[in-house]
């Protein structure tokens, strides 16, 4: 996963400067179409500008909505209000499993009585200052989630997995999913995407093994019927009444499953 984007940024100088700006702006006087080439030019800079150094956004969260993708990890920090109310007391004590897991985990250690863990799939290499302090207070590790997750059994009282399901063939998913019910007290939430939608590329596929899959609804209450997890259907009802008194749409698919008793 690149934790290296460009800053668009960067290629304006000090002073606002743009290489070639001054030759092209003595010709522009006798052309038309280099004025509306000009204007356009600049145009599509200060967008990229807003986007890189706008509203404590990250540089990869810009570049996210700008591919026209959906990061899952991101819409799971929008949702936070929307889980509280839905699972109360049962989120005291979670974990996020999914890229860009500090981020989240930031975002849950503000809210009040609440306790958050978080496993990054990929590699925390270019991790931030941040993340790094995360990462050596023991909150924040990097695991394969192919393989059995490091935490006995019900430590944590609500489980949330982002992006990173996507990325699993069924073959793994068979081993991940019943982990996830297995370190989980309450219950589990799944934030996946569309199939429809466009996916934006936030890590090499070398990274994942596998290029993304977007299941369709039918596609995964039907696994999740077959390796016997059942919906949590009052966290499910909860989280649409608290969806609807805030007027929150989810931009990608939401699944709430009970852990294994």
């Known amino acids: 996963m690149s934790r290296r984007p460009v800053n668009p940024s ?7 400067s743009i290489p070639f700006v001054g030759a092209v702006q003595s010709k522009a006087r006798s052309s038309p179409l280099l004025s509306i080439g000009l204007v ?42 929307i889980l509280k109310k839905a699972y109360g007391d049962s989120m005291r004590k979670v974990l996020h ?41 023991g909150i924040v590790r990097a695991a394969d989630i192919k ?32 982990e996830l019910a297995r370190v989980s007290a309450d219950g589990i939430v799944i934030f996946t995407g569309y199939p429809s939608q466009h996916k934006a590329k936030v890590a090499e596929p070398s990274k994942f093994g596998r290029p993304a899959k977007l299941r369709s609804s039918s596609w995964w209450i039907r696994y999740f019927v077959q390796t016997s997890l059942e919906e949590n259907e009052v966290a499910s009802k909860k989280f649409e009444q608290a969806s609807l008194k805030r007027s929150y749409t989810p931009t990608c698919q939401v699944f709430h499953l009970k852990s294994y008793r």
């Not at 030019?41 to 404590?56: D, W």
């Not at 890229?99 to 503000?110: A, G, H, I, R, Y």
């Open 10 to 16: 960067r290629r304006i100088g000090d002073g606002g």
């Open 40 to 81: 356009l030019v600049g145009a599509i800079l200060l967008v990229f500008y807003t986007f890189s150094g706008s509203g404590g956004r990250s540089t990869k969260e810009a570049v996210i909505k700008l591919e026209g993708g959906v990061s899952c990890t991101f819409e799971v920090q929008r949702a936070i209000p």
């Open 97 to 137: 499993v999914g890229p860009e897991t500090c981020s989240v985990v930031s975002k849950l250690l503000k809210e009040e009585d609440t306790e958050a863990w978080g496993v990054e799939p990929y590699d925390l290499e270019d991790a931030d200052a941040g993340c790094k302090s995360l990462v050596s207070k």
């Open 147 to 178: 393989f059995p997750l490091p935490y006995r059994p019900k430590s944590f009282s609500l489980v949330i997995a982002s992006d990173a399901l996507d990325y699993l063939s069924p073959k793994y998913l068979n081993r991940t999913l019943p």
